[in-house]
């Protein structure tokens, strides 16, 4: 059985910032499930039995190998798509605005993620990961308040 298609799965995901008005922001690569070249924020699964507070932490140490400073929930999407091989997929998503420290961040899956930046609301890469603008709408007010 696979999350998100034979059951509804629930992530993490995760708008990591400075502080200082820049978000990072990650261009997936191939090996990952879906949304190929795309930009988008962070996220991963939450397993079982583990907190999403705890998924948060770990899913940030895995893919940028830095630390936590503070979180903000944003909130919860419903996300339903249809995936590349015409199947229906649904994950809840707990949403988070996460402050990391800058210096310390550094691309820890190069085979997922082709290239890591930094960008600001204004100034956001092409192509987006089709939830971006979903995310940006839903929370941009909370997102630029420090």
Same mark, same amino acid.
């Given at each position: ?5 034979? =059951? $509804?799965?629930?992530?993490?995901? =995760? ?6 008005? +820049? %978000?990072?922001?990650?261009?997936? $690569? @191939?090996? $990952?499930?879906? #949304? ?5 924020? !962070?996220? !991963? /699964?939450?397993?079982?039995?583990? *907190? /999403? &507070?705890d998924a948060?932490?770990? &899913?940030? *140490?895995? #893919?940028?190998? $830095?630390?936590?400073?503070? =979180?903000? =929930?944003?909130?919860?999407? +419903?996300?339903? *798509?249809?995936?590349? &091989? ?10 988070f605005k996460?402050?990391?420290?800058? #210096?310390?961040? %550094? @691309? @820890?899956?190069?085979? &997922?993620?082709? #290239? ?5 609301? +204004? @100034?956001?890469p092409n ?17 630029? /308040? *420090?």
């Amino acid at each position: 059985m696979k999350k998100g298609v034979d =059951f $509804t799965g629930v992530s993490v995901v =995760f708008y990591c910032h400075d502080g200082q008005g +820049n %978000i990072l922001m990650s261009k997936r $690569t @191939n090996k $990952t499930r879906d #949304e190929h070249d795309r930009w988008g924020a !962070g996220g !991963g /699964a939450i397993k079982f039995h583990e *907190k /999403a &507070e705890d998924a948060l932490r770990r &899913e940030i *140490k895995e #893919e940028y190998d $830095t630390d936590v400073l503070s =979180f903000d =929930f944003l909130g919860f999407r +419903n996300v339903h *798509k249809i995936d590349e &091989e015409k199947r229906k997929i649904h994950w809840i998503a707990l949403d988070f605005k996460v402050l990391v420290d800058r #210096e310390k961040v %550094i @691309n @820890n899956v190069p085979e &997922e993620h082709a #290239e890591i930046g930094w960008f600001t609301l +204004n @100034n956001l890469p092409n192509p987006l990961h089709s939830q971006m603008p979903i995310f940006l709408k839903k929370y941009k007010k909370r997102l630029v /308040a *420090k």
